[in-house]
């Protein structure tokens, strides 16, 4: 590594003040720390600070979301695929004539997630059966289904999938897409059960908008730098891989550009930069792309990577907003394990409840994110919904949804782990930190149960949570002074 710092070294007089370079001090600055401690010391008396610089707190952040890139990378791969062999499955057996063409789309739909066998059977005697027959009847209809299933499957290989046999939609237009045909140049079929499949196939359609993220992102940091002639903030390294992981698979490479650039120039850098804007950038990116471009970012068709024809997948906010009330939990064809584990439909980084703990407790352990907040969070959104579900209600289904279903589904345990806690945009005092929590959690549900038009809360209770986080700040502060002068008065 000598030589490179020599190089460095050598090329620093170019980029200093009265160099050929100077105005692209910040770029040379960025490459210099990121690959090197800075060299610079105190040169006055020594004070006392934190043991860790902004980049490594940052990089701290990145590490904490490793377990959630993961899942954005395998659950988007995993989703595509079983829809992918689901419909193969279903084309199979609509052949054979086990399936009506009018059953199929119903029994695709009943099988988002898992394997359609899982469902199939279960379904179709539902869709068969009417008032008038006796359970001897449904059952009769179930083993004969289960015994045409098995003959049907055990004489064809649905395991490596053809794409020839599939239908896709020609609607969003993505077939033949690149990302299959990368899929086809490694040899590698469509099969769920495939841990490399997923993972590859998901990771072509996630890295993508990573990229553009980091690209049109780090090009608005550089340029503002630059104008403003200082260092690149290291804050975009978290702001960059915070917003894709919001996003759905299936979102244009533009708007991610769009949004991004919306997150960075009018959520952070018109404030004054990083340490200076009061919004989350990420959440702004994203509630610029949730106004602006909703048929993109919001229902049923977007979340699953490849359209394939009679499958629409929504997320479980979204069955739970527009479903019958009388229809209780058996409208979600998700348990909650699944929505717990992440392998439902949904954000690509969003889903996996279990991730977020992990990134929750490596935050805690290293001091970078507020324990207060995360539990906070939790206390004001299992209050209200435990309200809400006590009250129950006749016409909205969101009522009855049990207070531990709220923090597994959605984008909750995410907005709570890595959202809420953003140390610039969250409250400072650490009493103001639990009301700060209380209140994201609060008004998520709020918006949650209330208004079916928002099935998914979080992200705006957030940004009100960040405009009212310098005055929860203020009155914990006032509150202290008012304590502090009656104890010194008595």
Not at 255 to 269: C, D, M, P, R, T
């Amino acid at each position: 590594m000598k030589p490179l710092r020599n190089l460095l070294d050598k090329l620093h007089p170019s980029f200093d003040k009265g160099g050929k370079f100077e105005k692209l001090y910040p770029l040379y600055e960025a490459l210099d720390t990121f690959l090197y401690t800075p060299g610079t010391v105190t040169k006055t008396a020594a004070h006392v600070r934190d043991g860790i610089d902004l980049k490594r707190y940052m990089v701290l952040v990145v590490i904490a979301l490793i377990p959630c890139i993961f899942m954005a990378m395998w659950n988007t791969g995993f989703q595509a695929n079983t829809v992918i062999r689901n419909r193969q499955v279903a084309e199979v057996l609509l052949n054979r004539n086990v399936l009506t063409s009018a059953e199929v789309g119903v029994v695709m739909q009943a099988s988002i997630g898992r394997p359609i066998e899982d469902q199939l059977v279960d379904t179709v005697a539902a869709l068969r059966s009417d008032d008038d027959e006796t359970q001897a009847d449904t059952e009769e209809l179930k083993s004969s289904l289960e015994k045409q299933l098995d003959s049907v499957l055990s004489g064809e290989s649905v395991n490596a999938v053809s794409l020839d046999q599939i239908k896709y939609t020609q609607d969003r237009n993505t077939w033949p897409d690149w990302q299959t045909a990368v899929m086809q140049s490694l040899g590698l079929s469509f099969e769920p059960g495939s841990f490399v499949s997923c993972l590859i196939y998901g990771a072509l359609y996630f890295l993508p908008v990573y990229i553009v993220c980091m690209a049109v992102g780090g090009a608005w940091e550089v340029l503002f730098a630059i104008v403003r002639g200082h260092e690149v903030n290291e804050g975009f390294l978290v702001t960059g891989m915070l917003f894709p992981l919001t996003l759905p698979p299936t979102i244009p490479l533009w708007q991610v550009a769009l949004g991004i650039s919306f997150g960075v120039v009018i959520g952070k850098e018109i404030f004054g930069g990083t340490g200076r804007n009061f919004l989350n950038p990420a959440l702004t990116a994203r509630a610029f792309l949730y106004f602006a471009y909703p048929a993109y970012i919001s229902g049923e068709r977007i979340w699953t990577a490849p359209a394939v024809d009679s499958f629409s997948g929504a997320t479980s906010l979204t069955i739970l907003g527009t479903a019958p009330a009388a229809d209780g939990m058996g409208a979600l064809s998700v348990s909650w394990w699944q929505a717990f584990l992440g392998t439902i439909q949904g954000s690509m980084g969003e889903t996996s409840a279990l991730c977020c703990l992990l990134g929750a407790a490596f935050l805690i352990v290293t001091g970078v994110g507020s324990w207060k907040i995360m539990a906070g969070t939790v206390i004001g959104a299992v209050g209200l919904s435990t309200v809400f579900w006590i009250a129950g209600s006749d016409s909205n289904l969101m009522f009855v949804l049990p207070p531990w279903w709220h923090l597994v589904i959605g984008g909750f345990a995410f907005g709570a782990v890595f959202m809420a806690t953003d140390p610039v945009s969250a409250s400072m005092t650490e009493t103001g930190k639990w009301w700060y929590g209380i209140l994201i959690g609060a008004v998520t549900i709020l918006i949650r149960v209330i208004n079916p038009a928002f099935p998914e809360g979080v992200m705006l209770a957030i940004l009100l949570g960040n405009v009212f986080a310098p005055l929860i700040d203020y009155f914990v502060l006032q509150a202290n002074i008012k304590r502090r002068l009656a104890r010194n008065a008595a």
